[in-house]
């Protein structure tokens, strides 16, 4: 309040509501939000998010190039070819071969009983064999390897399998031979700071003065 000369009406001064009066001043605190200051304990910050990667191998996915049977990392292949036959002769049941006549040799009875037909008759040296038509069979065998089968010699080899592409089998991003997971999590506030005003606490103090009106 102010007081004038005696004999005249005091002038006081007033302020809107809210505010304070300070002689011929109204003054106001006005508040704002605080802009606070963000951390990470682990991670990168980005905004207001601490974002973390991790890394792992990607699971290969494998194939046969060639064909055959896939197993873990191997492939198997079977394959067959024809056996190498060797060609040969026998006589009769129990005739031994005489090489100076070029016949097997058995008893003429023995070789008759068995149904041989005689290709030539007795000779001097003994009277009582007989030499015989031979008759020719073939053998077969697999010299490169394998397993016989008649006539046929199967194989089975293996090779190193390739790989087609690759996956993330536990999720995350594939990159190359690679899998990225990323996460993110809220950050940390460490402080606060005010781009005008007083900082107190986590707000911002601005005083807005007004000149008060006089009553």
Same mark, same amino acid.
């Given at each position: 309040?102010?007081?004038?000369?005696?004999?005249?009406?005091?002038?006081?001064?007033?302020?809107?509501?809210?505010?304070?009066?300070?002689?011929?001043?109204?003054?106001?605190?006005?508040?704002?939000?605080?802009?606070?200051?963000?951390?990470? !304990?682990? /991670?990168?910050?980005? *905004?207001?998010? #601490?974002? %973390?990667? =991790?890394? @792992? +191998? &990607?699971?290969?996915?494998? $194939?046969?190039?060639?064909?055959?049977?896939?197993?873990?990392?191997?492939?198997?292949?079977?394959?067959?070819?024809?056996?190498?036959?060797?060609?040969?002769?026998?006589?009769?049941?129990?005739?031994?071969?005489?090489?100076?006549?070029?016949?097997?040799?058995?008893?003429?009875?023995?070789?008759?009983?068995?149904?041989?037909?005689?290709?030539?008759?007795?000779?001097?040296?003994?009277?009582?064999?007989?030499?015989?038509?031979?008759?020719?069979?073939?053998?077969?065998?697999?010299? !490169?390897? /394998?397993?016989?089968? *008649?006539?046929? #010699?199967? %194989?089975? =080899?293996? @090779? +190193? &399998?390739?790989?087609?592409? $690759?996956?993330?089998?536990?999720?995350?991003?594939?990159?190359?031979?690679?899998?990225?997971?990323?996460?993110?999590?809220?950050?940390?506030?460490?402080?606060?700071?005010?781009?005008?005003?007083?900082?107190?606490?986590?707000?911002?103090?601005?005083?807005?003065?007004?000149?008060?009106?006089?009553?």
């Amino acid at each position: 309040m102010t007081w004038q000369p005696l004999g005249c009406n005091p002038v006081t001064y007033s302020c809107p509501n809210g505010y304070t009066l300070s002689g011929q001043t109204c003054s106001i605190a006005v508040l704002s939000a605080a802009i606070p200051n963000y951390y990470c !304990s682990s /991670g990168v910050l980005s *905004g207001v998010s #601490c974002v %973390t990667s =991790s890394s @792992y +191998a &990607a699971t290969a996915n494998w $194939y046969c190039p060639s064909g055959g049977s896939l197993s873990g990392t191997t492939c198997t292949k079977a394959g067959s070819q024809p056996a190498t036959g060797t060609n040969y002769s026998y006589g009769p049941p129990g005739a031994y071969w005489d090489g100076a006549w070029g016949v097997w040799r058995v008893s003429c009875a023995s070789g008759a009983a068995n149904g041989w037909g005689t290709g030539i008759g007795p000779d001097a040296r003994n009277r009582s064999m007989c030499g015989y038509y031979s008759r020719t069979g073939t053998s077969y065998s697999c010299p !490169s390897g /394998g397993s016989l089968s *008649g006539s046929t #010699c199967y %194989t089975t =080899s293996a @090779y +190193a &399998a390739s790989i087609s592409s $690759y996956s993330c089998i536990s999720g995350g991003v594939l990159s190359g031979a690679s899998c990225t997971i990323t996460s993110s999590s809220a950050a940390s506030i460490s402080s606060y700071y005010c781009n005008s005003g007083v900082l107190t606490g986590s707000q911002c103090s601005i005083t807005v003065t007004v000149p008060a009106t006089a009553n």
